[in-house]
């Protein structure tokens, strides 16, 4: 796969063939599969909330890139499974921005961009929001984006040559 290929290039870490062609990063000697290390970052955000909260915190809504496909989705969802977490429900990053900035607030039905520039993706999504019987129904009508023009990709740009930048 290319953007395994080009990823190989650019971090810190090992990846992988696992048995079943799958890429698995490779940690100290040990073959991991995406979904245990998701499972290893959601066990220290729970933590993390628990110290915080003071309080077990044993429920999640998970976002996921609205590009997941059914499997990723599932994997994510085992992943949270196996953090000891109940998984009441994956949704897609720009529906969360949505309703994180108040859309579903508002009336009547509408589309929305939302553009997310994260730490490794530069992503747009249109979603449409529609008002049914009081009730905001949110899909992702469509979504693109590079996986490779995020703030990393930033960081690394100032250390390559200036020729090299846009390349």
Do not use: C
């Not at 108040?102 to 999504?125: C, E, H, N, P, W």
């Not at 899909?139 to 390559?160: I, K, M, P, W």
């Amino acid at each position: 796969d290319s953007v395994v290929s080009k990823d190989k290039d650019m971090v810190p870490y090992k990846i992988v063939k696992a048995d079943n062609g799958d890429a698995w990063v490779e940690v100290s000697g040990k073959k991991m599969a995406p979904p245990e290390i998701s499972a290893k970052v959601l066990q220290k955000m729970k933590k993390t909330a628990e110290d915080y909260l003071g309080a077990e915190v044993t429920e999640a809504v998970i976002t996921v890139p609205a590009y997941f496909n059914d499997s990723q989705r599932q994997a994510t969802k085992d992943a949270g499974r196996i953090a000891g977490l109940d998984v009441k429900r994956i949704i897609n990053e720009p529906t969360a921005a949505a309703l994180a900035y108040g859309m579903d607030k508002q009336r009547g039905d509408q589309k929305v961009a939302v553009y997310d520039l994260g730490g490794g993706t530069f992503d747009i999504s249109i979603i449409e929001i529609a008002e049914i019987e009081g009730e905001h129904q949110f899909e992702v009508l469509s979504t693109n984006g590079d996986t490779f023009l995020g703030g990393e990709d930033f960081d690394l740009a100032h250390h390559r040559p200036p020729g090299r930048v846009l390349q």
